[in-house]
């Protein structure tokens, strides 16, 4: 080769360098300007997506919080009820005990009566004994 085309050679080379640079350097920022709002709009979905979500469990967790409520208040609703109900079924028991302390106290009674009966007929019976003797 001779100087002629090595001189036009390198022109070529450093002329085509500086242009693969500013290529380059323009393919970047046009990467750039298209990239930035589609990353934008990834960016944005997924937060929507994670608001969302979010939303929704608030949601849920919420209802459930409605339902351990009303069951918290059937139970102490429940549990007052059985209160009543041991403390009337306490005093019913009590009311019959006393009732049936009564009845023994007058079967007791009764059977004195009956006793007095049954010695006063015997010593009536053996004086009609020694009377017809």
Known sequence: MDEQSIGLLE????HTGSELILFFVV????????????YRLVTNDRKNKHK????????????EMQILQQV???????????SRLANTLERDVKSTATSLERVHDRIDEQGEILNDIKAALAALSRNDAKTAS
């Open 27 to 38: 393919a970047a920022v046009a990467a750039a300007i298209v990239g930035l709002p589609l």
């Open 72 to 82: 918290f208040e059937v139970i102490r609703g429940n549990t007052e009820a059985l």
């Open 11 to 14: 022109q070529v080379v450093g």
């Open 52 to 63: 969302h979500e979010n939303e929704r469990l608030e949601k849920y967790m919420e209802r």
